[in-house]
Nanobody, 125 residues
Framework: VQLQASGGGLAQAGDSLRLSCAAS????????MVWFRQAPGKEREFVAAISWSGNNTLYADSVKGRFTISRDNAKNTLLLQMNSLKPEDTAVYYCAVKGSPGGPLRRSPDEYNYWGQGTLVTVSS
């Protein structure tokens, strides 16, 4: 599975951005997918996860109510709608997919086997 994240850029506090992650290769339609982020000098941080069906989602407390994760399995695409952006949302955002179908949504990066290259989001105050 290959993942290509896009949609990052420069935003001001309060703005919105939408990240996309295009999956190719072996289909990821049946696998849980996730967004992580890593700010400079910090560890990779869980942002949001979604089940293969899209019916179940999980969010970090820091983004709950502001970010929405979704997926379009017909297009093999994972999305992250980010609203009310804050300077502390500044980070490189990574999409990832679990390497096996099913299972509960988890926050650990060890759960996910395939990673995209990341897209930079910079939020100014």
């Amino acid at each position: 599975v290959q993942l290509q994240a896009s949609g990052g850029g420069l935003a001001q506090a309060g703005d919105s951005l939408r990240l996309s992650c295009a999956a190719s290769g072996r289909t990821s339609s049946y696998y849980n997918m996730v967004w992580f982020r890593q700010a400079p000098g910090k560890e990779r941080e869980f942002v949001a996860a979604i089940s293969w069906s899209g019916n179940n989602t999980l969010y970090a407390d820091s983004v709950k109510g502001r970010f929405t994760i979704s997926r379009d399995n017909a297009k093999n695409t994972l999305l992250l709608q980010m609203n009310s952006l804050k300077p502390e949302d500044t980070a490189v955002y990574y999409c990832a997919v679990k390497g096996s179908p099913g299972g509960p949504l988890r926050r650990s990066p060890d759960e996910y086997n395939y990673w995209g290259q990341g897209t930079l989001v910079t939020v100014s105050s």
